[in-house]
């Protein structure tokens, strides 16, 4: 759709405006249930998972038109795509400010190369286990009960929920269809199905995991062993002199905003990423790769050119960080209100297998792996910043490091980005003969092509660790 063929009107933007202060709402009733709520306080749940649940639980995503608020049509659709856009701009956030500290430590290639490496590697293992859990699942359960009748390509829909979300979810059956497959609306609520336990699964584990590694001392900014400050538990401090600053004031606001300056950054790399993500749908059209990901990677060539014109001052990480935190809140509530709970009615026996042991291979892939590799450099927000985007979506992992690192002062989501953006690049080989296997091979066929992504990206993260243990020795020497 170009821009000439909207037809947009102040009504629907007064709706828009409308909806938009309803998750405002909710998300001020989760911060005050986490402040009173004795329970939500110690999960520390963030006020956007409190909030969004609530409104799930009294909207008609669970009681239909009989729901104790029953919410507009036009708000749902709304709220469930405000997610998919607002990513955008997270994530495009995550390059800004690369190297503009002047008081920060710049990384050199080769002391940089091992970690992404091990990020990339890491990361993708948890992602390419489930897809092999899934297909696993299938085989097992065909020989068993082949009377089941599971279509040939069921088990993809885990890989597909937990590691790619609603977003790619919705995805699936469009693809399914185009390659002809008459079950291409089933799988679909599948995929939704395994996102949406993914989702919840992944959050409420996840919060265990920090609260435990928060107990063991394993966390960098939650204080130690021992019991956590209940200023931190209830989400609030009274005390002035206590709360933190937003961060420099980099423009005169006679002039115009920090704020202004920040966001238009940001909304200026999502805009070139949408423009550059439709162009290249028509130039290749079976390229299938997210939106944000394009604006990561304009983001990175926006960072080096204010860099090369000296305009590092302009930018600061922890208005950056307010910026990303507050969009984060309105996405994650608004995806938590819209999910589609029904869905989980369908097929739940093979579901329930596959998402018991997906939680459980990607727990064994994830946080043993990053703590051997890491060690005491961030490895447990390096692991639950992996777990949350392995289990829900990129809102998930952002939203749990945020809890162990509220500020966002640990390189986790640099190098996650770094990671990601080269796992994206080998994606561009990978995916093509990865379609090919999904539209026309069997189950087992597709069940050992995974196994051979998986041994690939259990080389990548080998080839990450050498090097890394070489450049210890080296400094050590």
Sequence with gaps: MSLGDLNVSSGDLQEMLIATAVIGMFLFIGAFLR???PLLRNLMLPASVIGGTLGLLLGPGIWG??????????????????????IVP???????????????????????????????????????IQYITGFGVNLAITA?????????????????????????AAQLGSILQDFGHPWWQTAQGVALTTATVGLIGGMFFGIILINRATRRGETHYLGGKGKLPREMLQGYTKEVDQQKSLGRE???????????????????????AYLLHRQLRVW?????????????????VLNFIMLKLKLHWIIDTKVKSRITGTLSDFAITAAMMTMPIKTISQFVVPITIMCVIGFIVTYFFTFPLFRKAFKDNFAFERAIMSWGVNTG???????LLRVCDPDYESPVISDFSMGFALMSIFSLVISPIDYYFLKNSSTSTNFFWNIVVFVFYAAVAAIGYALLIRNRKKAQN
């Design 144 to 168: 068993i009960r082949p009377e089941t009748g599971l279509y040939r390509t069921f088990g993809r829909e885990l890989g597909v929920g937990f590691a790619g979300g609603h977003g790619t």
């Design 35 to 37: 402040a009173k709520v």
């Design 284 to 300: 290749v059209p079976d390229l299938f790769i997210p939106v944000w990901f394009y604006a990561l990677l304009i983001m990175y």
């Design 90 to 128: 997270i994530f495009a956030a995550a390059p800004l400010g690369m190297f503009m500290d002047p008081s920060g430590k710049k990384r050199r290639f080769g002391e940089m190369l091992p970690i992404v490496l091990l990020m990339t590697g890491i990361f993708s293992l948890g992602g390419s």
């Design 250 to 272: 980099t423009m005169y606001s006679s002039s115009i905003e920090t704020f202004t300056i920040h966001i238009g950054i940001l909304f200026l790399a999502s805009g070139l």
């Design 65 to 86: 038109t009989s729901a104790p608020l029953p919410f507009p049509e036009g708000w749902m659709t709304f709220w469930s795509a405000l997610p998919v856009v607002l």
């Design 393 to 399: 979506v990129m809102m998930t992992g952002m939203t």
